[in-house]
């Protein structure tokens, strides 16, 4: 079992619509929990970080957080074809140590 | 200037010949990643260094070394490159002791091994 496992996508949603993003982990004592974009042959760059259970919201972004469940998830509101880009989730499991998922690729529809 | 920078940002090489890739940060930061990215695999974890003296191996270390020749410099090692590591290369690094900071990435090094 992997540490981190995304839904590899695509996932293709209409220019407006919520794109939901899911992300699972594998240890209860994963501290902490990152949504990373990243555009084809670039570098990730951060979009979310979430600590504790419950949503965290930022602008059109909200990350979800259920430690009982080991789900984390990212909602993306009125999404634009600006955002067609793979997603990719990061799970602090052993403090200063991370474990990344395969990531979702997110198509924007015009 | 990019906070993290990496050299070269493409290289093409043969197999069995030495590489070294470059990872150069101006944020101060003391803990710095190598990952390597292969489609639809993920990053996944080759070294990291907590400190000048402090190295760690990570998922995939083999066929892979690394000199953290001062705070801000982290270099990756292919001591005989073969097919099999050509890859997109990211450094990251990460301030703080705990797990609460987010990392930062470098603009990678896209290396063919023919």
């Known amino acids: 079992q992997k540490e981190v496992e995304q839904n590899s996508g695509p996932l293709s949603v209409p220019e407006g619509a919520i794109a939901s993003l899911n992300c699972t982990y594998s240890d209860r004592g994963s501290q902490s929990f990152f949504w990373y974009r990243q555009y084809s042959g670039k570098s990730p760059e951060l979009i979310m970080s979430?600590?504790?259970?419950g949503d965290k919201e930022d602008g059109r972004f909200t990350a979800q957080l259920n430690k009982a469940s080991q789900y984390v998830s990212l909602l993306i509101r009125d999404s634009q074809p600006s955002d067609s880009a793979t997603y990719l989730c990061?799970?602090?499991?052993?403090?200063?140590?991370?474990?990344f998922g395969s990531g979702t690729k997110l198509n924007v529809k015009p | 200037d990019a906070d993290v920078t990496q050299t070269p940002r493409n290289r093409i090489t043969k197999t069995g010949k030495r590489i070294m890739l470059e990872c150069s940060q101006t944020?101060?930061?003391?803990?710095m990643y190598w990952y390597r990215q292969d489609p639809g695999l993920g990053l996944r974890l080759i070294y990291y260094?907590?400190?000048?003296?402090?190295?760690n191996k990570g998922e995939i270390s083999d066929g892979y070394s690394v000199s953290r020749q001062a705070q801000a410099k982290f270099s990756l090692s292919l001591e005989s490159a073969i097919p099999n590591q050509t890859a997109l290369y990211f450094c990251?690094?990460?301030?703080?002791?705990?797990?609460?900071?987010?990392?930062?990435f470098g603009p990678g090094t896209r290396l063919t091994v023919l």
């Open positions: 990251a690094t990460k301030t703080g002791t705990d797990g609460y900071n987010e990392q930062f």
């Open positions: 979430i600590y504790s259970n």
């Open positions: 260094s907590f400190d000048v003296k402090d190295i």
């Open positions: 990061a799970v602090n499991i052993h403090f200063n140590k991370f474990y």
């Open positions: 944020k101060g930061h003391d803990r």
